[in-house]
């Protein structure tokens, strides 16, 4: 079923952006499981996997809309130095993805592809999930203060 262009061309900026947040949060995790922060590690771990879960549904997506998967391009990618700036750079691309999400569903609605909005809804819900995430860990560190945040974060991978 041949799709809207224009949507197809946001359809492909989205897979961008996807591929771009799975690269930054491996990385991210597995600075986490260098410095002994199992639990962070775990999560900012299944925070990628479902960025790669997203991937698969905008290439299938694409696909069905008889456009061409872009797989080759990344953003910049934002590497923290630290917890806090790690949890900062991963809570601005989820901000970033929210209002992504919410201008394509916006187009796919404009462009009556009902079934692409339906996707691009689903996947905005689970990246609200993972700014509220970031939001509770940066409570957390304000709250007990960062020695403590840390102190919790090394046990074994949290999932
Ligand atoms: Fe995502
Ligand atoms: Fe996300």
Known sequence: MKGNDKLLTVLNQLLADELTAISQYMVHSEMCESWGYGRLHGAIEAQAKDEMHHAEWLIQR???LEGV???SKLNPIRIGKDVVEIIGTDQDAELAAVRAYNTGIRLAREVD???TADLLTKILKMEEGHVD????QRDQ?????????LTNQTGGAAS
């Open 62 to 64: 694409i696909l069905f």
């Open 141 to 149: 560190i304000e709250q007990m203060g960062l020695v403590n945040y």
């Open 69 to 71: 998967p872009v797989v």
């Open 113 to 115: 592809d009902q079934s």
């Open 133 to 136: 995430w970031a939001e509770t």
